[in-house]
């Protein structure tokens, strides 16, 4: 896996999604053989309340806040279409493609067509769209830096914005994070560099 889609992925999980990483989509051509379009770097759900935990539960009712600049309406379904980039937080045609966008829509589940073909196109012209039950379906990118033009039609969220908000949530929470034994690479790597830094105080 991509070491910036990694860092994106154990990002995701510390707010409550679940992933799913360098999707293929896949076109039948009508040679009947089958190509690939292109790799959805991220695909990620999070369900509403996602991490919330009474005081009677294990852990006491500690629980991590899901980072502000993810925008999470807590009351709803968040889905999540995401390029993840070391450079430039950009989205590249491919993965805006309509055909490529319904595919992925049918990867999170079964949907009426017109339904799809709404969301799709909601997407496409505005990076958010709503599904009729309530579902927030967004377009996002991760990057080192910003997009070139600023973003148009997307989200965008930087990788040391997320480097930040991983270690400040592992630093304050160091008593029970230092407990983890994760073969996750980017938070292990960061667990270990907390251990490291603090190893040396």
């Known amino acids: 896996m991509d070491t910036a889609v990694a860092l994106v992925q154990s990002y995701l999980y510390m707010n409550g999604y679940f992933t799913v990483t360098e999707y293929p989509v896949l076109d039948l051509l009508d040679t009947g053989q089958v190509r690939t379009v292109t790799d959805a770097d991220m695909l990620a759900v ?16 500690s629980r991590i806040e899901c980072d502000p600049v993810l925008d999470v309406a807590d009351d709803r379904i968040d889905l999540i279409i995401a390029e993840v980039k070391e450079g430039r937080a950009e989205i590249n045609a ?27 196109e909601q997407l496409v012209a505005d990076g958010e769209a709503v599904h009729p039950v309530g579902v927030r379906v967004r377009l996002m990118a991760f990057g080192s ?7 148009k039609g997307y989200a965008w969220i930087s990788l040391g914005h997320i480097g930040r908000f991983m270690h400040e949530v592992i630093s304050e929470h160091w008593s029970a994070a230092q407990t983890i034994q994760s073969k996750d690479p980017a938070l292990s790597f960061l667990l270990l560099l907390e251990k490291a830094v603090r190893g040396e105080e």
Do not use: S, Y
Request: net charge positive.
């Open 46 to 61: 999070r369900f509403p309340g996602a991490g919330r935990a009474d005081i009677g539960h294990a852990t006491h009712g």
């Open 145 to 151: 830096r910003p997009p070139k033009n600023g973003p």
């Open 94 to 120: 491919a993965a805006r493609d309509p055909k490529v966008l319904h595919a992925i829509l049918h990867r999170f589940g079964e949907m009426e067509e017109g339904t799809a073909l709404d969301i799709v």
